[in-house]
Each structure stands twice: as structure tokens, then as C-alpha cells.
């Protein structure tokens, strides 16, 4: 009898647990940092680097499709891209914006999710530029700002990146 009784309480205590609701994300996505890392180029320069985010959106409109190009995502509109970055250079001991690094700051990744609306989380990575072509140095210390945009237009929140030293030639 006591094995029944213990089999019950084991059997019960399974349910509970088992049929525990999974907490949703909230719509307006969410990123931390995951890391950042140089590419080798062979060049004897850090010319790209590979930033790595984790997200959650809770209902999984994130990415873009390659046909995604009417407004509000077409190429003359901010929406274009949906992986934003803007780039601080270290100088006097402060990080100021490069509005020269513009030309290749912003990425456009694909669509993450198939099954909308539905809670999804992972990691994202995308390969940046990092040089800034300024030769009156031979290293440059560059932090990196970014955000994401899922396809009803949320922004989520910004993250920063740790200090970059970036080589020069």
C-alpha cells in the first residue's frame, strides 16, 4: 500500500509540474551581449569582427525575408535593416559617435521564425567592419551600440559592448 500511496504522491507531484504554463516573452524584443570576437583576416589588421546577441521576442516576428522590401522595409527607409549599430571611438578618454563608419554599420538578418506568433529565443551573430581607416594610429578603441527590429517596428533595448582595441597596419 505504501508503494501506491508513494507512486500517487510521485505521479502527482509530475503533473503539477509538468502542466506549469510557460511564461511568454514580452512582444518588444530583448537582446543581451553575448560576445564579440576578431576575424583573421591575414591581413595583420582587424578589419571584421563577429558580434553575438541573445534575444527573446515573444511572438516571433524577427528577421526580414529577402522579398521583405516593400515600405515600411524598402532600401529607402530606416527599416531596411533591422540590426542596428552605431560606433564610438575612444578619444581623450571618451567615446564619441563615428558617423564616418556609416556606410557599413547596420545589417539586415533573416526571418527566425516560420510559426508567428510564437515565443522564440536564441542567439544572433552578425560580422561587422570594425576598422575605422583613421592611419594616424595604430590601434583604435571602439565600443559598439546596438539594437534590434522585429517586423511590427518594436525596438528593443540597446546594449553596449565591452572595449574593442582594434588593430591597425
Known sequence: MKKYIYFLFLCAIFLLFSCKKKEPFSEIPAISFVSFSKINDGSGSDN????????????????????????????????????????????????????????????????????????????????????????STVYDTLKLECFIVDRALNHSNVITTPEIVVKKR
Open 48 to 135: 571584421q569582427g563577429k558580434l553575438t546577441i541573445a534575444f527573446q521576442d515573444g511572438d516571433g516576428d524577427l528577421g526580414l525575408d529577402e522579398g521583405d522590401i516593400n515600405p515600411p522595409f524598402d532600401t529607402s527607409s530606416v527599416y531596411y535593416y533591422n540590426f542596428f549599430v552605431d560606433y564610438y571611438k575612444k578619444q581623450n578618454g571618451e567615446f564619441v559617435l563615428l558617423s564616418t563608419m556609416s556606410d557599413s554599420r547596420h545589417a539586415r538578418f533573416p526571418r527566425l521564425s516560420d510559426d508567428v506568433p510564437e515565443s522564440i529565443e536564441g542567439e544572433l551573430s552578425v560580422t561587422l567592419y570594425i576598422n575605422t581607416y583613421d592611419f
